[in-house]
Every structure is written in structure tokens, then in C-alpha cells.
């Protein structure tokens, strides 16, 4: 979460109270259900005009095994492990049929011999193919469909030019008339004949019905029905017959919802009703955003779970970026998987996917992104997630302020829930409401009392603001010194003979006294103050000449005594003091990784402007005493509070005196045996790699080879007798763009890895084999993070932090990365314990989840949109990536990719960011935060902008 500064300190107060109000979170699976698995993973094998099988007519029986090879290979690569083939379509069969020809897609053969030993059957070598990848096969029947173009079929043994009397055209197509016995006798052989012949899982009868309300006026509608429900029952017997196991099904284009939709004269619930079937496939060509093919789904679930049945969703891949006949097309290549995940969450048992061509030959990787979709993701025991409920409240109430409170702004953000079918007023205006009911309106506040009264129904709340000018109140008065006031906040170093200030807050009116190693100082009030408020005291000093003068002496702490209304009171600082000797070298030591703060900044005055991230151990000498900040021989400052100050005689001059080389599939790393740990300054180009180390040479034995580098045309290092520093410049290979480097410190090692680009893998089902990657979810623990516009009746930043993580660990696994998430359960982490696991693991990528939030003076009603953070130039591919496919997945607002300071921004080792993925005090926002589409969603652009990341920068190299 991001917050205005000037703001943290009312929100802190807001967060901490929060925090208290939370109940203890406790550990379970979260609401995700992503993947399909165990599940009917079905791929649709079209072969009427030669759309998926064969690719021609007339192939050869070994051209013929190879393309069914292909398509079981294909299959089992990418997850699916159920094969619809379309055995009978247009009058002729796709297998060795005593009852239709051989299908003109598969021969021109005029004849075929009555004892053709030597004839192939697709059906049966497809079925034993796929049997041995555990893939089941169900085979297709279109009984009456003949022509799909409107002409009759070119083979004149085929079994509608035989029999044409009983073909009739209706909206530009030729079909088998379903009241003659002929047809009945036709379609209920075959099944009966691919039941009995064949060890197919089913039978699927596709378009099962009339094609018009005018086809056969001759007949009745009631008629039709029975007709069709005669036939069914006599195909349902017959198979049952055949084989009791062999599953019946029908598929079908009828539309519960949406548009008047024409069933064709069936009655599926008294065919349900009565068991003549046993699944069902309803092709719901409908797009998942739009909230239609969710409603659909749920209708077909209905009817499913009533009548006993399976039902499996037909998805038309074929329909992704390509308008058909209905004009009705998906302009998202990740279409699928969302209707996959709404068919996880509504409890359907499976899928088909229309048809294998359309997915093996997709330019935007379909196959890949459902082969995910697919996949078991084997967790392992060390993932503990948290049980969120996600469920906004949908009950009136003010969330936001809790209770009457008092503040210098000049509005204030009311946030709430509701109920979303009644209105809600505010002093009588109705007030707008988020789609789940979730509600907030800026209003203006005058000086004093201001009242708000609100009201749903029957229900009212008033909301009392005060408001105060801060200049006129009186600050509020003291009777001790405030602890943290005193000087030295942290160790700080004096310099023998420099004078120095000493300073503390405590009640004007007070006398102070400052004693530290025998003398003490008196202080004096630095402005007139009425008694007893805070007011600052301050005094010159120097350190006497006895302190020895090449050594940095601990002195220790400062006591501070405080006589004030007769009463004496003792204080102690915080830091201590060290005496830097007159010939004395100053230097500090990094001790600690806070933040933010414990870069090396240009000035001290802008944090903004890092020109390094420091490494724990690193030294280098102090030049200037700056407030809080030490400036160092390197240009840089540093706060106090990250260093120590070294102590004794005092020389960390570093010298190198051999450099030695070594690579493995991870990179190379470049081994400087050295006597120190120099600060070090690195500068990152598109080509090349600079790092400079302060006090630092190379003995003139010292060199570096780059002859086995496969990174590197050349390295070398340059000394600045002026500066004492030596600066190391790498250049890349053919103007390779460097993927990340690191600069560590180890046993008296100074080493300089450099990453080799992770590169795609050749697995397509699995393109992030070998890649790993360490997402962080943050805050967490006694640390909410944000408070939502529910408060504390809804979910909060840190649990949507840790559901978010989690879902792209999910998706990032089943796609074949090595994923590791930094928390394992709900704790706060530290800085370190966050970024410690990605060098550890030497990890490819790193991303830190977040949520927005903004001050309650801020009109946050259309605070939306995602912002991606980085800190080293080379992660800013990496965020343009992933800040795309996240805005493109989740139609967010684009806010933009932005430099920052986040800690957990500054690694060079790998790219690192700070994803801020919508607005939490945003009603319609925080909505969909909530909403388990939405979080898949956002994995869905984290993974795609992954893939996107490493194509690029192989792309470029």
C-alpha cells in the first residue's frame, strides 16, 4: 500500500485499531479453485471437411497414423485426457462401418471390397493410441446432418446419394429426414455398432434434433418430440446392450438464457428424467465477463444436478480473436481459462474444447495457457494458506469513520456497506452504490461539529466529524523529556575538537543538564514557550583532546537531568557517543537493511535519488556529519540508523590480490580475494555493467580474464588514484542486454555474479520450466496492511495480498516454474526475510503483491487502476510486461510503471517489483478485489507477463 506521508499517522492509528478488531486468522484452502483435474479434459476432433482429421483425403494408413499420433501426442502434452472424434459425420464413417461408407474426407475410393484386410480403421487406432497416454475416447455421432454446404456428397456410395429420397434441405444444408424409419434405423445401428465393436468411453450425439421449426411440416411438433424421444430411448437401450459402461450424450447448441433460443423438438428433461442419457454438452458460446455465460452455466448445472447427470461445457477455442457466422467472437486469447474457472467454481464436471486445430495452430498459445488449467499443481506440505472469507457484507453499516471523530481535514471519505437492492440516503440525497452494495461519498467539513445522517430502509446511522484548526490549539503540555528527542538517536560519531550540538524536547520551563563521560553541559531553551509545553534545548560541546588520536573510542551514552516543579528526573539516550581521534579515520559498518532508508542516496534530502543498495557488511569513511545521515567517501549519505560506527584503529582499505572465474547453468560469478568490503557503486546499462568499490585496488598480479565468459567481450577495471577507487566495467556480448547481477561479500571474497536470461523451455505445455520464481505477499501478521471499504467486515489488504500471491504460485506452478512464496504462514516479515529467499535461491524473478489505498481526505469514489514499482533499470522490462498483461487481464486502469525506493525494489540480483493491483477504498473496485474471478484474473496477467518478459528479452539478445 502506498499513502501520502503527511497522512501515515491518522491511517497508522486507524490500521493498529484494525489490527485488534481482527479475528485470528487461521489456516485452510482458500477459495481458489483453478485447476481441472480429474475432471473430463476433452479436445474436439472435427473431421467433416477435413478440419482436423484427416488433413486430406486419400492419405496413406501411415500418414493416417502419424496425424492420430500427433493428436494423441498433443492431447497428453498438454493435459487433456479425453478425445471427442467425430466417427460419423456427413453420411460417412471414420471407421470400419458396416452400416455407413467410408467418409469422403477420408477416401474417394468409389468401392470398398467386402474382405479389405488390409483397410485402416481411425477409430480403432486412435482408441489404442490413446489408451496408452490414459487418454479415454468418446466417439461422435452427427446422425442426421448430411451436408453441411448445401451439396450432396460427392461419393455415390455414400448413404444419403443411395437413399436421397429421404434427404431434404433446410437453411442451406442437407439432412436425413429424423421421421422416416429408414434414418431411426440408421443412426440407432451405428450407435449400437461403435458400442459393441469399439472400447470407446461414449457416444455423443451432436445436433440431436430438428434443424428448424419448419423442417418436416408433414409431421407435427408433437410428433417430432415423440419421435425424437422414441429414437433416443431405442439408441440409449441398444448401447446399453451393446455395453452397459459406454456412456450416452448429447450435444447440443440450445440456450437456457440469453436469446429466444428453438430446442428442435426435444424434451430433454423427460429424456433426462427418465435416464435415457447420461451426460450432456452444451456449447455456450457466450463470454465470461459479460456475466452471460456464467448465468448460462449455472441453468445447465441446474438441470445437471436435478436429473442425476453429467454435464461438460463445449468451449470454442475456433471463436478466439475469429468472428464466425453469428459475428459472436472473443477478443481475449485468455477467454477459455476464465470460462474454465467459472466452470470450477459452478461445479461442472468437464469440458470440451472445439476444436484441436483451433488450439494446436493459435498464435496466442491456448493450448499452453489451458494446458495449466489442466495440470495438478503438487502444493507440498510447506504451503500454509490462508482461510479468507470473501464475502463483502451485504448489511448496512458505516465501516468508515467507526465512531465520532475529530481532524484537520477539510473532507472526509464516509465508506460503508449496504444492502444493494435498497437505495441509501445521506441527510436525505440518495447516494450511490457500488454493484454488491458497498458505498463512499466525500464530504466537505466546516470548522466545528459536522453531522451526517444516513439511512437504509428502516435503518438510520449518524456520523459526527469535528473539525479544528491545528493553529489554534494548544499543544498539549509534558512533564519529562521526550525519549526520543535526545541526542544521539543512534551511535554517532564526534570528531575530537569539532564542536557539536546536544538537544532534547522537555517542558519549557524545565533547567537541562547533559553529562557524558564526567562533564556536564547545561542546555538552554532555544524559544520562549508557555510552561510545560514541549520545547526544544539545545548546547555547543566539544570532545576534550585526552580521547587517544588515531582510535575511535566508545565514549557511551548521554544522561540527561531534568529539574522541573521541584523534582529532579534522569534520562538516557538512545545511541552513544564515539570519539573519533584527531588522526583517526571515521568509517562505518552497514549493520541493518530497514528499508527505504538504508540506501545510499545522493542527498540525504530526497530518498528518490538511490545510486545504491547497500550490502550488509560494507565500509567506507564518513566525510560529513549530516543531521541523520552520514555522507560517505562514495557521494552518497546513509542513515544513522543503518550503520555502526567502527571502533579502535580504523583502516578498511581494501586491496584485491587475485581474481578467478567460474560459470554454471545459473551464471557466472567473477572472485576477487580481498582484505575488506568496500561500498561499492554499480551503474547498469543496456550493454554494459560498471561497479565501482570505494578505498579499494587491485594488486598488479590481480587481473580479470572474461576469455570463458559467454556474458562478456571484455572486463576491465580502472584505478582512480584521486578518488581511490577502482571501477570493474563489463561489457556484453553481442550488445546483450544483462538479465542481473549481484555483488556479496563471503569469507574474504568479494564476488560479482552475473544471471545468464532465463530462457523458455522447449516444453510448450510447460514454458516456465527451469525458470524460478519468489512471489511476496505483504504485510501480514499483526500488520493488516489496508482496510477495504468494508473495515474490518470485509477482507483485508493483507489477506487479498496473500490470495493474490497465491494464485499466480498456482497458476506460475501448473505452468512448470519452480514458485516459492515468501510467507508459509500469517506472519510480518522483515525486509530481509522477504528478499532473503530470492538470493538464496538465486531466483529468475521477484514480485511483491500489494493494494492501494489513499487518505480519508481524498474522494476515492474513482481511485482505481494498477501501478507496477521498480528500482534498478533492469527490471523495467519485466514491469512494462507484467503491467500490460495485468491491465489487459484485468481491464483495469492503467496508472503506470513507476521508479521507486520499495525495498524490496533495489535487488540487482534478480528484477524485482512492487505490483499495487487496484484500490482498496475504491467501492466498485475493492469489489472486485474481493471476487475470486477477478484474483484468478490478475494470475492470469502475472503468468502471461511472465512468459511475455523472457520471450522479450530472448527475443532481443
Not at 468411453?201 to 418430440?225: S, V, W
Not at 557503486?681 to 565501482?692: D, H, I, P
Not at 556480448?733 to 523458455?760: C, H, M
Amino acid at each position: 500500500m502506498k499513502i501520502n506521508f503527511k497522512h501515515a499517522f491518522i491511517i497508522a492509528a486507524v490500521f493498529i485499531l484494525a489490527a485488534a478488531m481482527l479475528p485470528a486468522t487461521v489456516l485452510a484452502v482458500p477459495p481458489l479453485k483453478y485447476s481441472t483435474a480429474g475432471k473430463v479434459n476433452g479436445i474436439y476432433v472435427a473431421t467433416g471437411h477435413n478440419a482436423d482429421f484427416p488433413s486430406a483425403t486419400n492419405l496413406s494408413k501411415t500418414q493416417l497414423k502419424q496425424e492420430l499420433d500427433r493428436i494423441v501426442d498433443f492431447s497428453a502434452q498438454y493435459g487433456f485426457n479425453h478425445i471427442f472424434f467425430e466417427a460419423v459425420t456427413d453420411g460417412g464413417a471414420l471407421y470400419n462401418s458396416k452400416v455407413y461408407e467410408d467418409s469422403e474426407y477420408l477416401t474417394t475410393k468409389k468401392k470398398r471390397f467386402l474382405f479389405d484386410w488390409n483397410r485402416f480403421d481411425p477409430l480403432d487406432y486412435l482408441i489404442k493410441q490413446a489408451a496408452k497416454k490414459n487418454i479415454k475416447v468418446t466417439a461422435v455421432v452427427n446422425p442426421f446432418l448430411i451436408s453441411g454446404i448445401g451439396e450432396m456428397p460427392s461419393n455415390p456410395n455414400n448413404i444419403a446419394v443411395k437413399n436421397s429420397e429421404y434427404v431434404v434441405s433446410a437453411n442451406g444444408k442437407l439432412y436425413l429426414k429424423p421421421s422416416e424409419q429408414f434414418t431411426q434405423k440408421l443412426v440407432a445401428s451405428a450407435t449400437e455398432e461403435l458400442a459393441k465393436k469399439y472400447d470407446v468411453y461414449g457416444i455423443l450425439l451432436k445436433d440431436f434434433a430438428y434443424p428448424t421449426q419448419d423442417f418436416e411440416i408433414e409431421t407435427t411438433n408433437e410428433q417430432k418430440t415423440q419421435l425424437l424421444t422414441n429414437l433416443i430411448g431405442n439408441i440409449n437401450s441398444k448401447v446399453k446392450k451393446a455395453r452397459s459402461k459406454v456412456t450416452l450424450g448429447i450435444m447440443t447448441d440450445e440456450a437456457f438464457i440469453g436469446k429466444e433460443s428453438f430446442n428442435g423438438y426435444t424434451d430433454k428433461e423427460t429424456w433426462a428424467r427418465n435416464k435415457l442419457f447420461d451426460f450432456i454438452v452444451p456449447n455456450i458460446n457466450l463470454k465470461a465477463d459479460s456475466g452471460a455465460y456464467e448465468k448460462e452455466l449455472v441453468k445447465w448445472k441446474e438441470f445437471a444436478q436435478k436429473n442425476d447427470i453429467d454435464f461438460y461445457t463445449g468451449n470454442a477455442a475456433n471463436r478466439i480473436f475469429t468472428p464466425v457466422a453469428d459475428n459472436n467472437y472473443f477478443d481475449s486469447a485468455l477467454e477459455l481459462n476464465l470460462q474454465l474457472f467459472l466452470n470450477n467454481q459452478n461445479g461442472a464436471n468437464g469440458c470440451v474444447i472445439r476444436n484441436y486445430n483451433s488450439i494446436k495452430d493459435n498464435f496466442f498459445d491456448v493450448a499452453s495457457s489451458l494446458s495449466a488449467v489442466f495440470s495438478t499443481v503438487n502444493i507440498g506440505l510447506e504451503q500454509a494458506y490462508l482461510k479468507v472469507n470473501l464475502d463483502i457484507p451485504q448489511e448496512f453499516n458505516i465501516t468508515r469513520p467507526a465512531e465520532k471523530i475529530n481532524t484537520t481535514y477539510k473532507a472526509y471519505y464516509i465508506m460503508g456497506t449496504s444492502n444493494p437492492s435498497l437505495p441509501i440516503t445521506m441527510n436525505e440525497n440518495k447516494i450511490d452504490q457500488a454493484p454488491k452494495g458497498t458505498f463512499g461519498i466525500l464530504v466537505n467539513l466546516k470548522l466545528g461539529e459536522n453531522t451526517f445522517y444516513f439511512k437504509q430502509g428502516d435503518k438510520t446511522q449518524t456520523v459526527t466529524i469535528s473539525r479544528y484548526d491545528p493553529n489554534s490549539v494548544m499543544p498539549a503540555k509534558i512533564s519529562e523529556i521526550r525519549q526520543n528527542s535526545m541526542f544521539p538517536q543512534y551511535d554517532e560519531g564526534v570528531q575530537v575538537g569539532k564542536e557539536f550540538t546536544l538537544f532534547c524536547t522537555a517542558p519549557s520551563g524545565a533547567s537541562v543538564t547533559a553529562q557524558a563521560n564526567g562533564q556536564t553541559v547545561q542546555l538552554s531553551q532555544t524559544a520562549t514557550a508557555s510552561v510545560g509545553v514541549p520545547a526544544v534545548f539545545t548546547a555547543k560541546a566539544k570532545l576534550a583532546d585526552s580521547y587517544p588520536a588515531d582510535e575511535t573510542t566508545r565514549i557511551g551514552i548521554i544522561t540527561y537531568t531534568m529539574n522541573y516543579n521541584g523534582k529532579s528526573t534522569t534520562y538516557t539516550s538512545n545511541g552513544e557517543l564515539l570519539a573519533v581521534g584527531k588522526n583517526s579515520k571515521f568509517a562505518i559498518e552497514i549493520s541493518d537493511m530497514r528499508g527505504d532508508t538504508s540506501s545510499v542516496n545522493i542527498a540525504y534530502e530526497f530518498r528518490d535519488k538511490m545510486i545504491v543498495s547497500v550490502e550488509k557488511g560494507a565500509t567506507d569513511y564518513v566525510v560529513e556529519n549530516s543531521g541523520d545521515y552520514y555522507k560517505l567517501s562514495c557521494g552518497g549519505y546513509i542513515h544513522k540508523e543503518d550503520v555502526k560506527v567502527l571502533e579502535g584503529k580504523v583502516n578498511i582499505d581494501t586491496t584485491v590480490n587475485d581474481i578467478s572465474f567460474t560459470s554454471d547453468d545459473i551464471g557466472e560469478t567473477f572472485t576477487m580475494s580481498a582484505n575488506g568490503k568496500p561500498y561499492y557503486v554499480s551503474e547498469y546499462g543496456e550493454n554494459s555493467l560498471s561497479v565501482t568499490f570505494y578505498n579499494t585496488s587491485l594488486d598488479s598480479g590481480a587481473a580479470f580474464d572474461s576469455s570463458q565468459s559467454k556474458l562478456f567481450s571484455s572486463v576491465k577495471a580502472e584505478y582512480d588514484s584521486t578518488k581511490k577507487c577502482t571501477t570493474v566495467t563489463f561489457t556484453t556480448k553481442d550488445k546483450k542486454r544483462l538479465w542481473s547481477y549481484n555483488v556479496e561479500f563471503n569469507q574474504g571474497s568479494i564476488l560479482i555474479r552475473a544471471k545468464n536470461t532465463p530462457k523458455l523451455s522447449t516444453n510448450p505445455a510447460k514454458p516456465l520450466e527451469g525458470i524460478t520464481i519468489v512471489l511476496d505477499a505483504g504485510h501480514g501478521g499483526n500488520d493488516p496492511g489496508a482496510l477495504g471499504v468494508a473495515g474490518h467486515t470485509g477482507p483485508t489488504e493483507s489477506q487479498l495480498n496473500y490470495l493474490n500471491a497465491y494464485a499466480s504460485y498456482l497458476r506460475l506452478k501448473a505452468l512448470g516454474a519452480n514458485v516459492y512464496m515468501t510467507q508459509t504462514k500469517d506472519e510480518r516479515l522483515s525486509y530481509e526475510q522477504r528478499m532473503d529467499m530470492a538470493r538464496d535461491l538465486r531466483a529468475d524473478l521477484y514480485l511483491s503483491f500489494h493494494l492501494n489505498s489513499t487518505a480519508e481526505s481524498t474522494d476515492s469514489t474513482n481511485a482505481k487502476g494498477i501501478e507496477v514499482y521498480y528500482n534498478q533499470e533492469l527490471a523495467v522490462p519485466f514491469g512494462n510486461a507484467i503491467f500490460n498483461e495485468l491491465c489487459k487481464a484485468t481491464s483495469r486502469k492503467e496508472r503506470g510503471v513507476r521508479k521507486s525506493t520499495f525495498r524490496v525494489t533495489q535487488m540487482t540480483h534478480t528484477p524485482s517489483l512492487l505490483c499495487e493491483l487496484g484500490y482498496m477504498v475504491s467501492p466498485e473496485e475493492y469489489e472486485q478485489l474481493c471476487d475470486p474471478y477477478y484474483i484468478y484474473k490478475s494470475a492470469l496477467g502475472i503468468s502471461n507477463g511472465i512468459i511475455k518478459a523472457v520471450r522479450e528479452a530472448n527475443s532481443s539478445i
